[in-house]
C-alpha cells in the first residue's frame, strides 16, 4: 500500500476539519432524498447506497424516495405494452399499473439488499442497517384532464407522517417507492418527484435532496446556479421551455416544499460520484440550492457577528495589509460595519466612518474571504457600500490602503492627499504606517 504523501494528509485534515460543523449541524436531522430509478441502474449505485449509510452513521434521519421509469418502460417492453406521457406524468392504464407495482417491488428490494450488505473489506463492513417501507402514502386519481382518464396515475392525499417519524426513531431509513394507496385499496402510480415533496413537507424535513439526471440547474449560459429561491424558479419553468423533463418535475416539486415549510431543497447531479457527501459537508456544494430566503446575503453586522470578523479579517491584520482592531474597538464600531454571511459564514466584509460635515466618508476594513476571491464578491460589496454612502448624502469616499491600491484604482479610486482628507482624520493619520489616500467620487 502506498503511503499517503503529507500533502495528501493535509488534505484530508483540512477537508475534515472544514466539515466538521455540517457533521454537527446534520445530526439528528431529517433528510429526504429522491432519486430516479436510472440511479438504481447505475454502476456505479451501490456506492450512493454506502454514502447514504454513511449519513445514517452520523445520525441523520432518512427518507429515501425511489423512482422506477427505467424498470417500468422495460417491463412494458416485455409486455409490448405501449403508454402515453402528458406534461411528464405517465397514463397508467391497468396493464401498466401491473409493470409499475411490479418494478417498484424490485427497485426496493434492490436497494434494502445493498442497505443489508456488510461484506468484510467493503465500505458497509459490519454495518447493520434496518431500512423500513410501507404504506405510507394515501393517494387519490387525477382523474380526467383535458378529456383524458389518467386511469391508475395518482396524486398524494396525505401522508402518514406519524408512521414514518416512529421507524425514523426506531433507528430504521425508510423507503417511500411512488406508490400511493386508496382507502378502498386502489393502487396509484405517483411521481416520485411530488412523493419525495410531500413527504418532506409532512416530517418538516430539514433538506429534500433531488438526484436529478440533469447537470443540475443552469443558467442561460449553461453555469450552474448555485442558489436560487422559489419565485426565480418559476420565472425558470416559464422562461425555459426545453428543460429536461426530470429536472422540470423536480422543481416544480421544490417549489411546493420551500413553500410548505421545508428549509432547505438541494438539486444536485447524480451521475457525480459522491455527489451526497459533497452537497452535505463543503461549504459551497456542488448543486443548486433552493430556499425561501437567500442563500447569501449581504447585511448590517450585529454584534454576535464580531467573532465572526475577527476570524476574517486578523490574517491582514498579522500580515500588515490591515490597521490592528481589538475585539472591544470592533463592538464599538460594529454598526459601520456590512457584511456578506454565507451558511452562517461571514465572507466578507467593509466599513464606512462617514464624516458629514465634509460629505466624505471612509471606507475601510474591505476584505473578501481568500475562497472567495476571484470571483465578484468584491465588487459587489464596493457597490452596496457606495450605495450606502449616497443615501448619507456623501459625495466622496476616501480610502487609506498600503498594499491594495490597485485593486481600488481599477474601481474608479484617484490618488490624493493627506491635505484632502477631513481634518479629524489627518489627526488621526499614523504617520509610521505612511498610507497612501485615494478618493472616488460617489
Partial sequence: MTKPTNSTTDSFVDWFRDSSPYIHAHRGRT???????EAVEDPGFANLVHDIALLHGLGIRLVL??????????????????????????????????????????????????????????????????????????????????????????????????????????????????????????????????????????????????????????????RLIANIVPKEVDELL??????????????????????????RIHIIDRSQDGALLKELFTRDGIGTLITAEPYEETRTA????????????????????LVRRSREALETEINGFTLMERDGMVIACAALYPYPKESMA?????????????????????????????????????????????????RGFEQAELGDLPMHKRQLYNYRRNAKVFMKRV
Fill in 31 to 37: 433528510f429526504v432524498v429522491s432519486f430516479g430509478g
Fill in 238 to 263: 416559464k422562461r425555459r421551455k426545453k428543460l429536461p423533463e426530470d429536472l422540470r418535475q423536480h422543481l416544480k416539486a421544490a417549489v411546493t416544499a420551500c413553500r410548505s415549510g421545508v428549509k
Fill in 362 to 410: 471612509e471606507l475601510a476594513c474591505v476584505v473578501v474571504h481568500p475562497d472567495y476571491r476571484g470571483s465578484n464578491r468584491g465588487d459587489l460589496l464596493l457597490a452596496h457600500m457606495e450605495t450606502q454612502a449616497r443615501q448619507q448624502a456623501i459625495e466622496q469616499l476616501f480610502i487609506l490602503t498600503t498594499q491594495t491600491a490597485h485593486w481600488f484604482r481599477e
Fill in 65 to 222: 424516495v425511489h423512482g422506477a421509469r427505467p424498470q417500468i418502460e422495460e417491463r412494458l417492453r416485455a409486455r409490448g405494452v405501449k403508454t402515453a406521457y402528458i406534461d411528464g406524468l405517465r397514463v397508467t392504464d391497468d396493464p401498466a399499473l401491473t409493470c409499475v407495482k411490479e418494478a417498484a417491488g424490485s427497485v426496493r428490494v434492490e436497494i434494502e439488499a445493498l442497505l443489508s450488505m456488510g461484506l468484510a473489506n467493503s465500505p458497509m463492513a459490519g454495518v447493520r442497517i434496518r431500512a423500513a417501507s410501507g404504506n405510507f402514502v394515501t393517494a387519490k386519481p387525477i382523474g380526467v384532464r383535458n378529456g383524458l382518464d389518467f386511469c391508475h396515475t395518482g396524486e398524494v392525499r396525505r401522508v402518514d407522517a406519524a408512521g414514518l417519524e416512529q421507524r425514523l426513531a426506531s433507528g430504521a431509513i425508510a423507503i417511500v417507492p411512488p406508490l400511493g394507496y386508496s382507502p378502498t385499496g386502489e393502487v396509484f402510480n405517483l411521481s416520485a418527484a411530488d412523493v419525495a415533496a410531500s413527504v418532506a413537507a409532512a416530517l418538516g424535513a430539514e433538506k429534500l435532496i433531488s438526484l436529478v439526471e440533469a447537470k443540475g440547474v443552469t443558467d442561460s449560459r449553461n
Fill in 302 to 321: 450585529r454584534i454576535d457577528d464580531v467573532g465572526g470578523l475577527l476570524e476574517l479579517i486578523e490574517p491582514l491584520e498579522e500580515t500588515g495589509v
